[in-house]
C-alpha cells in the first residue's frame, strides 16, 4: 500500500515539525552538556605550606601598600591643581572687583560733578 503524498502536504508536515525537532535537539543539547559537565573532575585545592602562605602575604601588603601611594600621590596633584585653580579664580574676581569699584567711582565723580555744575549756575 503506497501512500500518495503531494509536494504540498510533504512542506506542510515538515513546516509542522520542524518546531518540534529543533526543541527535541535543544534539549539533547543540554542534556548532553550536563553529562559531559558532571565527568569534568573539580580541581582541588593544595594546600599552601606557611612559607607560601607569607610569601603571598607580603606581596599583597606590598601591592596595597603601593596602591595607597598612588592614591596618595594623586590626591596630592588633584590638591595642587585645585589649588592653582582657586588662586586663578580669586585673582580674576579681584581683577573684576577692582574694574567694577573703579567704575562705580568714575560714575560717582561725574554725578558729583554734574550736581556741583548745577549748584553754581
Known sequence: MALNVTKDEDRAGAR?????????????????????ATWIPEPRRKRKSPSELTQRYRRMRNTSVAAIEDVRRAARETAGELR???AANLEAARDE????????????QRSLRREYKKLRR
Open 16 to 36: 509542522r515539525h520542524t518546531p518540534v525537532f529543533i526543541l527535541a535537539f535543544a534539549i539533547g543539547t543540554l542534556i548532553g552538556i550536563g553529562l559531559a
Open 84 to 86: 592653582e585653580e582657586l
Open 97 to 108: 572687583l577692582g574694574d567694577l569699584a573703579r567704575q562705580q567711582l568714575d560714575n560717582a
